[in-house]
């Protein structure tokens, strides 16, 4: 089997490294040259361009955003290359509204086509942990398991049409937002009060919310430790926007969604948009006038 | 060391049964007659009424919210009826008004207080590992210690002033709640798209959200079961009510907060007042249309 | 007809002082002198104290609010003066619950209560135009009417019940609010895009919303003048209070209003509490980073 | 001069109608037929498609939303149609980006460009009373101004920039929207302690609030009377969306659009979406279960 995969970022490359190191038959191409040649040197082909990917028997591509996915995967003609009966693993965050696009485009040039968004950072794909999120025909997911049982440690299936893998994912991230501001929300509340928010977290994620997401999130709330982003700030700003058209499109109201968007918007308009989008927890302390 | 104990309701009588097995002399008091005769026939002492404390060491009182507490503690005479020197510990959920009220008339009438708010339901009850959100003077906190450690798993000490456990304890409560109406739009927003709540649910609480608080409402919620209620609807929001309370004697915009309890509204109006307030999660599906 | 006048702020003085010049025979009081002073050189009484109305037919009184009330009216003795057969028409903002209270012990005590809460800042009250929002018994608002007459432009009648009347100001100081936190909003975005918040909002409250409301605190948001507050900033918030708590009471859901009482908090916190409530606007604006 | 319009819908076709009446020489195209007819029978001459545009001076465009102005006026031909030198004045509600996006592509052709949303209804557009939002460069508001002048009762400019128009037509609306929700929850806040929400609005609307869009709205809700739409909910749901993208672009949290675009998104999943916007104001009752 012959592995394309585009998108050789922070998350893209360790995942595309194991699939070498797995031994696997990978071509790579990404758009800055580094990485690139960091896989090369560990036994990867390299592409020419995105469109340099005819022979390969499916594709996986990890890029940051629609518009990218967009430029690469359609603009840059990869989509166009793939032979027929190839199958497209679009690993990235996107909205519904592009995977639906892509399922579509991909079924009427005789592709195959699965969505498998993932969770995790960059340590948990290093270490081939990642859980991914997918969706797409039995007999597509049935080959695309090798390959996710390199990179991750579960596969969680969750239908045969591509956006009820994003539409999960997008669930996911909100979930994760929804911490963060409960967290800044409820440590404001004790440090009004006099007490330590640092305390109270500890507190919390050693307890009832003792659970990666927390413990994570929460260590860096308490420490107001915000850099380096794991995740930026705006990338969140980026995933509850996708979550709010997907609600609308269904006619879900999402209030904390809602509230959760214009506290993004409110740190990110007081300079904040480079941090860790754990930083979205400082804005109720800021609001309430609580110094650090 | 003489125990009283005052409040016998589904998580004082365990609390209670706990401190009578651990070899405390205890006596109890409880508005309705059955679990005191639970109670006397594994061994305590029965008070003929609040005010039937003077003998005691340590008054522990269990009671459901701020009317209870002032009805049978200032009103009912337990206060009045205690000795120079004895120590209430207040285990309650209550105000910070509340708080610092009894506080203040302890202290004037020669009594010690602790504030000690719990974590856990009646299961944790029952085996004793409660978590002890405590404050109180250091050295009541070291007499209170013993009966801690009977009744809890481990005692967290957030400061002197009662208030300060109160609030850490409003505080948590807020993030239970918040997590319930997090994992109830989240839901929705899958269902919206014509997938599985219950998957979703499944793979979020298995993977980042592997926490108590998840694990037990997010059950809850996969399987639209809120009955019988653990904790009542009406409880949380009552419990966010305080939290809003707290904030605002504290300048602390809290918009989750307050999103919330316009939901816990709509549930009530709704009539799932006397469900678990994990039916809170229900809320956005059915603004949504989105049918069971 | 003998009218007893509780109450000379800025609002209840020129109330007062129009029952004078109509030619009623009024006694007054109010807890500090310069204001009684005045209504004395107009041809007041003056009573020595809140319980020195025994002799009066109809009890006027124009008090802050909730604890003032309390502290005049039911501890000071006003309502224990009253003789049988008299009248209390309270015009103050104050909570359905006491509202409640206040009807049902002058019931007891064989008082008529009217409930009547204005419409109108001090100019308006000053030119006998304030709008009078009334409830109580058929019997006792025909009684009260020559007094209202006075004081106001008209009666509105709302119901028999002392609450119907304080339920519809809490509603209406809510759209007062709301149109504040609307204007203030609309402001932000127009700014954020360049735009002069002036002209946008000179063109609104000059059509569609040429409303007294719109054109008093749009101006002043216009020139953004917050000083002197003719209704303090945390009036407002004690008064949104007020709505949410008739709200919880009722079950009614007011996100407008939740939202609206978190602006009022981070105003505060922001240092602006003393101003007037139309400061409320500068929320939006400073969260987004807009300058002046 | 030489005028084209294109867009005759309920607004469109009484504007274009009015400058036919006024003696100018008016060419129409319209995607559905009925109302060419009628103002060809007023005189108007018929173009045969968007493309047939290329003799006019001014082309006014009065079309439905993004989608449509992209399809007739971009992919429909119209601006590749338009001599050197002539003006489309676009005075539909649109996005900012759109805006911008005309703008820049008009310029690059030689065009110039003018946005005018308007406020108004239907009955406002056919008296010729419209208030025109306007920004342009001077010299092409000069020349649109007679236009204007036959079209509405005032011509307010906001700025040379396009989206300043945009920003100011999408501020109003939200107002327009927010006293929509603002009427509701008042009114839900009344009915819930049992008084009338009509008699509540009929107050309102005759006093602080005694202004067109309070009385307009305030009327259909107190009749709860939301057929025939005048301004379809669905569309009021865009035009708030509109606001909070024109919103994030700037960085500004609008808590208040946030909060009415989750209860359209109720609406619409409760059927109501082809009712007038102002049936927005029955989300707030439904939630707290009271009845008609």
Same mark, same amino acid.
């Given at each position: 089997?012959?592995?394309?995969?585009?998108?050789?970022?922070?998350?893209?490359?360790?995942?595309?490294?194991?699939?070498?190191?797995?031994?696997?038959?990978?071509? +790579?191409?990404? %758009?800055?040259? =580094?990485?690139?040649?960091?896989?090369?040197?560990?036994?990867?082909?390299?592409?020419?361009?995105?469109?340099?990917?005819? *022979?390969?028997?499916?594709?996986?591509? !990890?890029?940051?955003?629609?518009?990218?996915?967009?430029? +690469?995967?359609?603009?840059?003609?990869?989509?166009?290359?793939?032979?027929?009966?190839?199958?497209?693993?679009?690993?990235?965050?996107?909205?519904?509204?592009?995977?639906?696009?892509? $399922?579509?485009?991909?079924?009427?040039?005789?592709? #195959?086509?699965?969505?498998?968004?993932?969770?995790?950072?960059?340590?948990? $794909? =290093?270490? #081939?942990?990642?859980?991914?999120?997918?969706? @797409?025909?039995?007999?597509?997911?049935?080959?695309?398991?090798?390959?996710?049982?390199?990179?991750?440690?579960?596969?969680?299936?969750?239908? =045969?049409?591509?956006?009820?893998?994003? +539409?999960?994912?997008?669930?996911?991230?909100?979930?994760?937002?929804?911490?963060?501001?409960?967290?800044?929300?409820?440590?404001?509340?004790?440090?009004?009060?006099? @007490?330590?928010?640092?305390?109270?977290?500890?507190?919390?994620?050693?307890?009832?919310? /003792?659970?990666?997401?927390?413990?994570?999130?929460?260590? !860096?709330? /308490?420490?107001?430790?915000?850099?380096?982003?794991?995740?930026?700030?705006?990338?969140?700003?980026? *995933?509850? %926007?996708?979550?709010?058209?997907?609600?609308?499109?269904?006619?879900?109201?999402?209030?904390? $969604?809602?509230?959760?968007?214009?506290?993004?918007?409110?740190?990110?308009?007081?300079?904040?948009?480079?941090?860790?989008?754990?930083?979205?927890?400082? +804005?109720?302390? %800021? %609001?309430?006038?609580?110094?650090?």
């Amino acid at each position: 089997m012959y592995i394309g995969f585009i998108g050789l970022g922070t998350m893209g490359k360790p995942m595309a490294s194991n699939l070498v190191k797995a031994g696997f038959k990978v071509k +790579v191409w990404n %758009r800055s040259q =580094e990485p690139v040649e960091a896989l090369k040197s560990q036994g990867a082909e390299v592409a020419a361009s995105p469109a340099d990917f005819e *022979d390969v028997d499916i594709l996986v591509s !990890m890029l940051a955003d629609d518009a990218t996915v967009s430029a +690469v995967i359609v603009d840059g003609g990869a989509m166009a290359a793939l032979k027929t009966g190839a199958i497209h693993i679009n690993m990235a965050t996107i909205s519904l509204k592009l995977a639906e696009h892509l $399922a579509s485009a991909h079924r009427q040039q005789g592709h #195959g086509y699965i969505a498998a968004p993932v969770l995790g950072r960059v340590d948990v $794909a =290093e270490a #081939g942990n990642l859980n991914i999120l997918a969706a @797409g025909k039995p007999a597509l997911l049935e080959q695309a398991e090798p390959l996710f049982a390199v990179m991750g440690a579960k596969t969680w299936v969750f239908g =045969e049409e591509a956006t009820q893998a994003n +539409v999960v994912k997008l669930a996911a991230n909100f979930c994760l937002s929804s911490a963060i501001e409960t967290m800044g929300e409820a440590s404001a509340l004790v440090r009004g009060h006099g @007490g330590s928010g640092k305390a109270f977290l500890e507190m919390l994620t050693s307890t009832l919310f /003792a659970a990666p997401a927390y413990k994570g999130y929460g260590g !860096m709330i /308490a420490q107001e430790r915000y850099q380096p982003a794991g995740f930026k700030l705006t990338l969140g700003l980026k *995933d509850v %926007r996708l979550a709010l058209e997907a609600a609308e499109a269904a006619h879900v109201p999402m209030p904390f $969604a809602s509230t959760m968007k214009d506290n993004y918007l409110d740190a990110v308009a007081n300079g904040d948009g480079a941090l860790d989008w754990a930083a979205l927890a400082t +804005v109720a302390a %800021r %609001r309430a006038g609580i110094k650090g």
